[in-house]
């Protein structure tokens, strides 16, 4: 290794957090030289580059590919004229023009828009929306949300007592966390009809905790036909329905987190056009910039909106300092705008094809429990907990860059991959898997 990217990882491990780190025992990391189309450049420890598919699009973020013209002119071109300003008392064109196309392009009763700078904080500010709606209608004693098991919501305190009670981080904060109401997991599997027996089983469940706590709850909140961070687990859109018609049937709120689900990579352009119902309170982020820039949003329909208004207060209490960011909101307009003006749907059913086709030999390797593919997302579950360094370094070494967690090695492929490099991804992974966990 050379002198200097080696002093570099070892002042980065007696600095840096990475994501659910340890400082003591921190994991490897690699030095990122550069990043262009779908490709990352790693430092290989001997002064050249090791050239990697990202085929983690950077947690769900870059569906255009690293340092797209499109996106780079957006930027340079607001860069500019204004980098920030205040949203305290001023406006400008990016947040404007953003919000538009947001009413646009999610469900049709979504009409008013909250930016914030992450996905997390969205829920925080949806969270915070429900229960104001709730005291503004006169229900003080609404105060909880109801979910299901085995979702991920985010990593700051609300929305973490709505992510899965085990799987998630509840245990470390006990008694720092506010207790919510779930409901068990949806069934497995997107094809389930709603008159499967599995899936009327579960919806009774839900009914009976919707009935017994519906004095309690504020709204309902579930990410859309695909846990993501909390399993990579597709459940049928019939679900969604079930869930609509509770929160009709009880006066909740539902909230869809469409984080991970939005900008196509279902294969809709938002997760609930699957069921063909609407929520009454949208979060989306993560592909919202094209994976350039921190940036995210709250929707809500005009009966959130106004209700909320007319009530004690009247103000949604929230403002974050860097509030609809025109450097972000800028760049998010070019990757809508980018993504509409492709055939992304036929794009993504094309990657999901692929993925169908390169991961579906992994399925007969021991120690595979299951794979799965749900638009241009793919993914593998192993019957245990993945050796993370062995199978980093192990798909690495074919030319593809992935991060596996728990049991599951997966992967949503920028929707600029071509197929060869879809195919690339696949095989990859399902080699790894067949040289041993
Ligand atoms: C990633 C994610 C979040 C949190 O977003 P951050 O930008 O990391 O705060 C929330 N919900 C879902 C479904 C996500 O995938």
Known sequence: MSQSVSRWLQQDSELLWHPYSSLTEPSPVRLVRGASGVRLQLDDGAGGVVEAIDAMSSWWCMIHGYRNPVLDAALHS????????????????????????????????????????????????????????????????????????????????????????????????????????????????????????????????MASVAARHRDEVAAIIVEPVLQGAGGMYPYSPACLRVLRELADEHGFLLILDEIATGFGRTGTLFGSEHAGIDPDILCVGKALTGGYLSLAAMLCTTDVAHTVSSGPGGALMHGPTFMANPLACAVALASIDLLLSQDWATRVGEISRGLAAGLAPAAELPGVKDVRVLGAVGVVQLAGPVDLPRMTDAVLRRGVWVRPFRDLVYTMPPYVCSDDEVATIGAAITEAIAEGN
């Open 78 to 205: 607001q860069i500019d004229r204004f980098s920030h300003v205040m949203f305290g008392g001023l406006t400008h064109e990016p947040a404007i023009r953003l919000a538009e196309r947001l009413v646009e392009i999610t469900p049709e009763p979504l009409r008013h828009v909250f930016f914030c700078d992450s996905g997390s904080v969205s829920v925080e500010v949806a969270i915070k929306l429900a229960l104001q709606y709730q005291v503004a209608r006169g229900h003080n004693g609404r105060t909880r949300m109801l979910t299901v098991r085995g979702g991920y919501h985010g990593d700051t305190f609300a929305p973490m007592s709505v992510c899965d009670p085990v799987n998630g981080m509840h245990s470390l904060f006990t008694g720092a966390l506010k207790e919510q109401v779930f409901g068990p997991q949806p069934p497995s599997g997107f094809d389930r009809p709603a008159d499967d027996p599995e899936l009327v089983v579960w919806a009774a469940a």
